[in-house]
């Protein structure tokens, strides 16, 4: 995921840059130049690009991080098919109702964040990222560590 984000964001850059360089031929006579000029993008036009490859790039960020917290999802209800099968009354059950709270908690706030993510104005997309990773690593953890205990 890191990658695939990484290479999304280069790509961003890169075509910023490109989008972003104009060729001037100062040999050029002057009526030459003007009729260029007004054929190359504006600035505006820059911007729009500029804007629309932030917004496909959070967009398809948005869609890893929501398919991951899918997969958790999936990891969720085994767990709760694991308290269920647990036998009503024990410490196993009890310990697993607990960890499936927490865990709950844990979703709602990773939730919330791509909600926030959503929300936010493609230009600052960015800065919510690594406290989306952050959480949906710490979420993915978890649910490994009570998979890991509650296993049948």
């Not at 989008?19 to 009729?35: I, L």
Request: glycine share 6%; hydrophobic share 35%; aromatic share 4%.
């Amino acid at each position: 995921m890191k990658y695939s984000v990484g290479v999304n964001v280069l790509i961003g850059i890169a075509w910023m840059m490109v989008a972003g360089c104009g060729t001037s031929e100062s040999n050029a006579p002057q009526d030459t130049q003007f009729a260029e000029e007004t054929h190359q993008p504006g600035a505006k036009e820059v911007v729009e690009t500029s804007r629309a490859s932030l917004e496909e790039n959070r967009n398809e960020y948005v869609k890893v991080v929501e398919g991951q917290l899918n997969q958790l999802n999936d990891d969720h209800e085994k767990l709760v098919d694991r308290a269920h099968q647990a036998r009503s009354g024990t410490q196993v059950q009890a310990d697993l109702g607990k960890s499936l709270k927490n865990l709950t908690d844990q979703g709602k706030k990773v939730q919330k964040q791509i909600d926030e993510l959503k929300a936010t104005k493609v230009e600052d997309w960015n800065a919510l990222q690594s406290g989306m990773n952050q959480a949906l690593e710490e979420l993915t953890q978890s649910y490994d560590q009570a998979l890991a205990k509650y296993a049948s």
